[in-house]
T-cell receptor, first 113, second 116 residues
Framework: AQRVTQPEKLLSVFKGAPVELKCNYS??????LFWYVQYSRQRLQLLLR??SRESIKGFTADLNKGETSFHLKKPFAQEEDSAMYYC???????????????FGTGTRLKVLA | GAGVSQSPSNKVTEKGKDVELRCDPI?????LYWYRQSLGQGLEFLIY????????KSGLPSDRFSAERTGGSVSTLTIQRTQQEDSAVYLC??????????????FGPGTRLTVL
């Protein structure tokens, strides 16, 4: 089955501590992976995508095809990083031939002062 | 340019009434998505439109839910005979080209639906 799993609903870390938001996926093919973020009272927006190999706001994500994971990491968390984070994948479904865009259930990150 | 817009921003209705939620995607975006966001449930896919192709309705939770996209632009999500469990934030998103694996979705501000 195609799915994106974010095992933690809530993750609390202290300011300055490293943070890792976990994302595992199950997909019959080679999907593209994304992280989206929703800050309080703001729209859901793209944070970063695997294909760009970029670091946004100090966050990076490495695709591990062997472990089918795309964990989001930041070495030193800041209070302004507190938000809801969603992992997502996109790709063509080999069985149906249709295009799929699948989101995980999200992880709420709280960075404590 | 203008982003994705949704109306109304808030809707309070009584159980059993029908509601219509509107989404205006970014001009030129061929793909349009509807999601439902509720506490503890994350982001739930509802329906996806791409150009003139038949929509992917696989996420609609019941036959009380339907959506249309007129002229490849504006979309309306209709919920008939609303139930209290329909209370949630309904999000619309659009993207420039579908079928390209790395396309980004642009989200609207959402419509908060409360069913009393």
């Amino acid at each position: 089955a195609q799915r994106v799993t974010q095992p933690e609903k809530l993750l609390s870390v202290f300011k300055g501590a490293p943070v890792e938001l976990k994302c595992n996926y199950s997909y019959s093919g080679s999907p593209e992976l994304f992280w989206y973020v929703q800050y309080s009272r703001q729209r859901l927006q793209l944070l970063l995508r695997h294909i760009s190999r970029e670091s946004i706001k100090g966050f990076t994500a490495d695709l591990n095809k062997g472990e089918t994971s795309f964990h989001l990491k930041k070495p030193f968390a800041q209070e302004e990083d507190s938000a809801m984070y969603y992992c997502a994948l996109s790709g063509s479904d080999f069985l149906s031939g249709t295009y799929k865009y699948i989101f995980g259930t999200g992880t709420r990150l709280k960075v404590l002062a | 340019g203008a982003g994705v817009s949704q109306s109304p921003s808030n809707k309070v209705t009584e159980k059993g009434k029908d509601v219509e939620l509107r989404c205006d995607p970014i001009s030129g975006h061929t793909a349009l998505y509807w999601y439902r966001q509720s506490l503890g449930q994350g982001l739930e896919f509802l329906i996806y439109f791409q150009g003139n192709s038949a929509p992917d309705k696989s996420g609609l939770p019941s036959d009380r839910f339907s959506a249309e996209r007129t002229g490849g632009s504006v979309s309306t999500l209709t919920i008939q005979r609303t139930q209290q469990e329909d209370s949630a934030v309904y999000l619309c998103a659009s993207s420039l080209v579908s079928g390209v694996f790395y396309n980004e979705q642009f989200f609207g501000p959402g419509t908060r639906l409360t069913v009393l």
